[in-house]
């Protein structure tokens, strides 16, 4: 019926049937969606940047209205959030969402290049980040940001500046470790390389010592200072009086290396500078993946929704001026504009108003507020313009509190999380004791022989092989599950995704989808049919930010004229002289098939013309997740802050039998701790920040809250229910290559080290044990690469 | 095989500047964005239209003033 609607030319939504916008681009008409779109092509013309769109791969972000720039001028806001340099410039690192390919930090960096007062921009697309260094005296950021905003790129200030920083730190600090790691073993290797082939051919001692003492000079580098976090760990494992993954592999490290280096001094034995090189190069590349992987999370900002916390008005003789949140005390009395966020705990001083407050609880539906309710920090206001009192600010704040619960359950570290521990300690405890046990039994007989004999036994027992195997395994099962679009935070969670038996989910956003869709209509009379009703009201709710405006953004939308948002009423608009408005619907007219459902009615000129019904929709996925994990033998649970006649209808919806309603986050704490298997929980509210700590093993989506998605041990890149089932495969098949190593380092030494305490086993064939036990390892890790 | 005596030297003088390369890339933040450097290239430092654009934009200012 519709025709198919022609993509905008500069952000690829569909246009608005009857829509006249076109611009000429490359001698060429194109058509664009909106006023803001055609702007921005216009103004990108006009700066002679026109190939920005032969550059670009991706669709432009759509430039939406901003107000708050001023803000960015605030000297006090600017000390908080810019680094001061020398010679009068200021320098800010901004969040850009609206980043997506290499095109747009071109075109973001021509742009800002035109400006005088602005000495250099750096637009990062993997962290889709914008550092600006600029002359606040020649020129205003405001100024600036709302020309970027013009353009679609909604610049945010980042959550937290210091330690952003400490991290990006880290990481160069990281590669340059593995950079001196990797130089030095190449060389090491060639000189290895020569003195292998010289022990099977022919080589001069004068020769030899000298390769030895070059391989123990290259290797000095590597072993202070590349690998210098594995001592550190260790030593810190060690005061603690715990052993961690750093202590055999420290102490691998430091054995295999002096012997080297005595044997170099003494002329005698063989050496290991290769063999330690690698290892330590190895170990340090799955580190460093591993710590982007949690960086990434760790680096994007709060919300997507424009400057969180960082705006309030507060009154001054009756006016009303903007502030930085830091500023605000208890007490004070501030101004919430229309879809701002919360930034502190805050009273209504208003009469009334409304909150959506899915960022906090997970609810979609806005919740009504009378004079003296409180805003919880986090909630977004609805429409109308808010005035409220400061209630509690910082740590005392909802937010606060929620992070501090998070914390604590965090700190109860779990059994599961050090189940190769007692292993570790075994198998170090008896590598040693062996190894003076040889050095005991030669002793008598022969000195210099039980020195080299006793060497042997460390090398042949390859601690490297037993460190490798976990490390490994996780580093490719992080890179595979970042492909099929899952963050792995925390690897020891792996454990948990394989064992649980229980698995717990919580409702809104997770098993549903969290945003109102369309579950039921009925249509008045036959005015209209009902899909010309629907495409009036789609027209109607296109630019509201209203979370019900979201059920129609699949129906192609009529444009109408004169619309007008009624505050706590609804929309209305005009088409062909007949005023079409947008209400709640009232008595009889509500679908009595959906009793729990929101029913809004569209009517023409009074006369209603179609109702329809709106609800929360059950993820399309979630039946099938739900029936897979059940027929792993897995109990499925459910948690929820809801009432219980929804949480009852959705739990018989999808067969799950375990339920419980009306939780507080504390009680969700309490409810998951009183199963006493090992458990997993899924969750996005922030609520649900606390009980994901808890669990044994946690996963949300990627739409949830910074404090939820670091209190969980994996990310949902791809906001579908059933990639925890990939999850957990991926999990399974981690640990069943992990045991495959333990059970072949086992097997080998079970076999190596009585040859190697009888003093049979010459050093060469010790070195290729050692390696190719290593090499089992790593490529047995490798299989996990291949995505099922 | 003298000439090992020469040539390792002068490897190892080979493989500090090579470190010392590496450092420089990393403190020049040669490594921060890998996803754009690869594309970088594609794109042209000197966009003729831009330029007579902005100095288009320039000549009016001072027209204003």
């Known amino acids: 019926m519709h025709p198919e609607p022609t993509p905008c030319f500069h952000c690829g939504e569909p246009c608005p049937p009857n829509e006249t916008l076109t611009r000429t681009h490359d001698r060429e008409t194109v058509s664009l969606c909106c006023h803001g779109c055609a702007g921005a092509l216009d103004w990108i013309q006009a700066q002679g940047l026109d190939s920005f769109y032969a550059y670009r791969d991706q669709p432009s972000p759509r430039p939406e209205e901003q107000t708050h720039w001023t803000l960015f001028d605030d000297p006090e806001f600017l000390q908080n959030h810019a680094l001061t340099l020398g010679n009068d410039s200021l320098e800010i690192e901004l969040s850009v969402p609206q980043i997506r390919c290499a095109a747009c930090t071109w075109l973001m960096e021509r742009v800002l290049g035109s400006y005088s007062g602005i000495t250099q921009s750096h637009a990062h697309l993997g962290r889709q980040t914008l550092t600006l260094r600029w002359h606040p005296s020649q020129i ?28 990006k730190k880290e990481r160069r ?72 993954m750093d202590v055999p592999v420290a102490l691998a490290l430091g054995l295999a290396w002096s012997a080297s280096i005595l044997a170099t001094f003494l002329g005698v034995g063989e050496v290991y500078f290769d063999s330690v090189s690698m290892f330590a190069l190895f170990l ?62 805050l009273k209504l001083v208003s009469e009334s108003g409304s909150v959506d407050t899915q960022a906090l609880t997970g609810e979609f539906k806005p919740k009504t507020l009378a004079a003296g ?29 929620l992070e501090h619960l998070a914390r604590q359950a965090e700190a109860t570290d779990t059994p599961e999380s050090r189940w190769t521990e007692p292993l570790i300690r075994w198998f170090i405890a008896a590598v040693l004791s062996v190894s003076g046990f040889t050095l005991a039994i030669w002793w008598s007989t022969d000195p210099v022989k039980a020195f080299e004999y006793a060497l042997s036994v460390l090398v042949v ?35 948990a995704f394989t064992k649980a038996k229980h698995w717990v989910f919580d409702k809104t956003g997770t098993l549903t989808a969290g ?137 018989k919806m999808l067969g799950i039998e375990h339920w419980q309603s009306g939780l507080s986050p504390e009680a969700k704490v309490a409810a998951l701790d009183a199963i006493e298997e090992s458990k997993v929980m899924v969750g996005d509210g922030l609520n649900d920040a606390p009980v994901l700590s808890a669990a044994n093993g946690s996963i949300t989506f ?26 957990k495969a991926h999990a399974k098949r981690s640990r069943r290559v992990i045991t495959q190593s333990f059970f072949w380092v086992l097997v080998y030494n079970v076999i190596a080290v009585p040859f190697a305490v009888a003093g049979w086993v010459p050093p060469w064939l010790a070195a290729i044990g050692m390696s190719g036990s290593s090499l089992f390892v790593i490529t047995n890790a490798l299989r996990l690469k291949r995505i099922t | 095989m003298t000439v090992i005596y ?42 003729e239209l831009h330029r007579r654009a902005i100095e288009k934009d320039r000549g009016r200012k001072r027209d204003d003033a």
């Open chain 1, 515 to 651: 945003k109102f869709s369309r579950i039921g209509t009925r249509l008045h009379g036959s005015a209209l049919s009902e899909d010309e009703a629907l495409s009036i009201i789609s027209g109607l709710e296109i630019d509201s930010r209203h979370p019900m405006a979201h059920a129609f953004s699949d129906v192609p939308p009529t444009p109408l004229e004169q619309v007008t948002q009624l505050p706590g009423v609804g929309v209305e608009g005009v088409l062909h002289g007949v005023t079409y408005r947008i209400r709640r619907a009232i008595g009889e007219e509500a679908l009595s098939a959906f009793p729990e459902a929101a029913c809004v009615t569209l009517e023409a000129d009074g006369q209603p013309v179609l109702t329809v019904a709106l609800d929360d929709e059950v993820r399309a996925d979630a039946r099938e997740t739900v029936d897979h994990l059940k027929s792993l033998g897995i109990t499925v649970s459910l948690l929820s802050g809801d009432t219980e006649s929804r949480v009852s209808h959705l739990a």
């Open chain 1, 173 to 244: 600090s990281m590669l340059k470790r593995i950079g001196v790691a990797g130089l030095g073993t190449m060389q090491v290797m060639m000189f290895a390389a020569a003195l292998y082939v010289g022990e099977a051919s022919f080589i001069e001692d004068e020769h030899r010592s000298f390769l030895r003492w070059v391989s123990l000079i290259v290797s000095i580098p590597v072993m202070l200072y590349a690998a210098q976090p594995f001592f550190f760990g260790a030593w810190r494992d060690l005061k603690n009086r715990t052993l961690g």
């Open chain 1, 461 to 495: 027992t390859c601690p490297c092989a037993l460190s490798l195997a976990i490390p490994t395994a996780w580093t490719v099962t992080i890179r595979s599950l970042r492909q099929s679009g899952i963050l792995l935070l925390n690897p020891t969670h792996l454990l």
């Open chain 1, 702 to 727: 990627a739409q949830a809250s910074d404090l939820t998605r670091l209190s969980a041990g994996s990310v949902l890149l791809s906001n579908e229910l059933k990639t925890i089932l990939l999850l």
């Open chain 1, 373 to 401: 309710d409180e805003i919880l920090a986090g909630s977004v206001n609805g429409a109308t313009t808010l005035t409220a009192e400061v209630l509690r600010i910082g740590k005392n704040a909802f937010l606060g509190k």
């Open chain 1, 140 to 167: 205003k950021l405001s100024q600036v940001l709302t020309q970027l905003d013009s353009l679609g790129y909604t610049a945010t200030v980042l959550t937290d500046e210091t330690a952003r920083r400490a991290r």
């Open chain 2, 6 to 47: 020469t040539l390792i030297p002068l490897s190892i003088i080979l493989l500090i500047f090579a470190i010392w390369a590496f450092r420089w890339a990393v403190k020049t933040k040669q490594f921060d964005d890998l996803d754009r450097s690869g594309r970088d290239f594609l794109f042209d430092d000197d966009d």
């Open chain 1, 284 to 345: 340090l590349t799955g580190r460093y993946l591993e710590m982007n992987a949690r960086h990434q999370v760790l680096d994007a900002p709060v919300e997507s929704r424009p400057l969180p916390m960082t705006l309030a008005k507060r009154r001054a003789d009756g006016s009303f001026e903007q502030v930085p949140v830091a500023g605000l005390k208890p007490g004070d009395i501030v101004q919430l504009a229309g879809a701002q966020q919360a930034p502190v705990d």
